[in-house]
Nanobody, 123 residues
Framework: QVQLVQSGGGLVQAGGSLILSCTASGRASSSAYAMGWFRQAPGKQREFVAA????????YYADSVKGRCHISVDNSKITVTLQMNSLKPEDTAVYHC???????????????WGQGTQVYVSS
């Protein structure tokens, strides 16, 4: 299995920036060909944020964050980073790192989920 450990998050003012990181470990880490991020705000459904494929570093973004977020993976292919800029109060949510076989906006496409980290954007 794959374990995903997240870091980052916290409190930031609107217009500010945050960096979220996620490191994968475990025996099946090599089979996780895509990594990404979902978020869930209180009372709302889980929402796709971004994903990246490990093979060619192709990236995918939700329309709500396109142009404000940048996802990347390091050379080891086990750490994924989400750079979030120009943050809005609407970005407030718990962010979960995910890993799976295919980059997708559908949460059931991913086999592994991180513990989640809170992002709070004040107005």
């Amino acid at each position: 299995q794959v374990q995903l450990v997240q870091s980052g998050g916290g409190l930031v003012q609107a217009g500010g920036s945050l960096i979220l990181s996620c490191t994968a470990s475990g025996r099946a880490s090599s089979s996780a060909y895509a990594m990404g991020w979902f978020r869930q705000a209180p009372g709302k459904q889980r929402e796709f944020v971004a994903a990246i494929t490990k093979s060619d570093s192709s990236t995918y973004y939700a329309d709500s964050v396109k142009g404000r977020c940048h996802i990347s993976v390091d050379n080891s292919k086990i750490t994924v980073t989400l750079q979030m800029n120009s943050l809005k109060p609407e970005d407030t949510a718990v962010y979960h790192c995910v890993a799976g076989r295919v980059a997708s906006s559908l949460p059931d496409s991913y086999d592994y989920w991180g513990q989640g980290t809170q992002v709070y954007v004040s107005s």
